[in-house]
């Protein structure tokens, strides 16, 4: 049987951790790809990677490469390529950096692995993801951000701590854009079988939302150097391993909605069937009023994101 292949572009913390995931889960052999300016990098990492497997028990394979050559015929393409936002760069310079890589890797990608489904990470997602679809010229349902299994992952953890309880109890869902516009449906979050509502006072509840949506933040507040990584890869690999073994798993994810939700042909986070084919499903949802509303909000800030991204490319 063939195993799949799993190109994760960018070995930095998220794509090299992403990899360790995917490596530990056997969810099929590794190519580990970072431009050539990083020379013997990834080579490394992937090497230091493979050492592992004997005391971890993986069969997977792992290769570091700067050579698009090497990730021919990949079945799921994983891009964690960009710049973090330094200081006294403007949400524009980042914007048009991370555009313009993103182009050139989906020319590559396009060029080498023209039936795989492709998972975005970087950031600015929403706007990321918008592009990797348009250079790639792929089905939208083959291109899809990873987004809403972070903001979710990051939800329930804070509503765990908050009810002490297993995270395993709590059910939640995220939509709308990456960042200070997402949208917490509470109507669709429950413990246990039990609505949040009745657990936790609105008051606390949007509190928490409120540590979810710069969840980012404070872990880059914490650290001073760096962001997140451990979470933003555990929810890449959950993905890969969704596609790569047609797991069928309703997810939230940034998914190409046209007319659905009324979006109008733009990259939001919804609820979706996650499998083999890449976006399988939408799932449209009926939200109350004022989760309607936020979402249009939230639609709308996506919409101007990816607005003045097409003016800088």
């Known amino acids: 049987m063939r195993r799949a292949k799993i190109t994760i572009v960018g070995a930095g913390n998220v794509g090299a951790t992403t990899a360790h995931w995917c490596a530990a889960a056997e969810l099929g052999n590794i190519v580990l790809l970072d431009i050539p300016q990083t020379g013997d990098m990834p080579k490394g990492k ?6 592992a497997s004997p005391i971890m028990s993986f069969d997977s394979s792992i290769t570091g490469t700067t050579s698009y050559e090497d990730t021919v015929g990949s079945d799921v393409v994983v891009i964690t390529a960009g710049i973090p936002r330094k200081p006294g760069m403007s949400r524009d310079d980042l914007l048009a950096t991370n555009a313009k890589i993103m182009t050139d890797v989906c020319e590559q990608v396009k060029r080498t692995s023209e039936h795989a489904v492709v998972i975005v990470v970087s950031n600015p997602l929403d706007a990321m993801v918008q592009r990797a679809m ?16 972070l903001d979710t992952a990051r939800y329930r953890a804070f509503l765990s701590m908050e009810l002490g309880v297993s995270v395993k109890d709590i059910s ?6 990456h960042g200070d516009t ?20 609105k008051k606390r509840l ?10 980012g933040a404070e872990i880059v507040s914490l650290l001073k150097t760096g962001s997140a990584y451990y979470a933003p890869s555990a929810a890449t690999a959950q993905m890969v391993e969704a596609v790569i073994r047609d797991q069928k798993r309703v997810v939230p994810c940034a998914a190409y909605c046209d007319k659905e939700y009324g979006v109008g042909g733009y990259y939001v986070g919804v609820p979706v069937v996650l499998g083999a084919s890449g976006v399988e499903r939408i799932i ?7 989760e309607q509303a936020a979402f249009q909000k939230s639609v709308q800030a996506v919409k101007e994101l990816v607005g003045a991204m097409g003016k800088l490319v």
């Open 46 to 51: 992937g090497l230091d990677l493979l050492q």
């Open 134 to 149: 348009q250079v790639t010229g792929f089905e939208p349902s083959r291109v899809v951000g990873q987004a809403g299994i």
């Open 172 to 177: 939640a869902l995220l939509m709308g854009g």
């Open 182 to 201: 997402m949208v917490p449906i509470p109507s669709c979050t429950s413990v246990g079988g039990m609505p949040i509502t009745q657990l936790i006072d």
């Open 206 to 215: 949007d509190e928490i939302v409120d540590r979810t949506r710069n969840g």
């Open 284 to 290: 449209e949802l009926k939200l109350t009023a004022e």
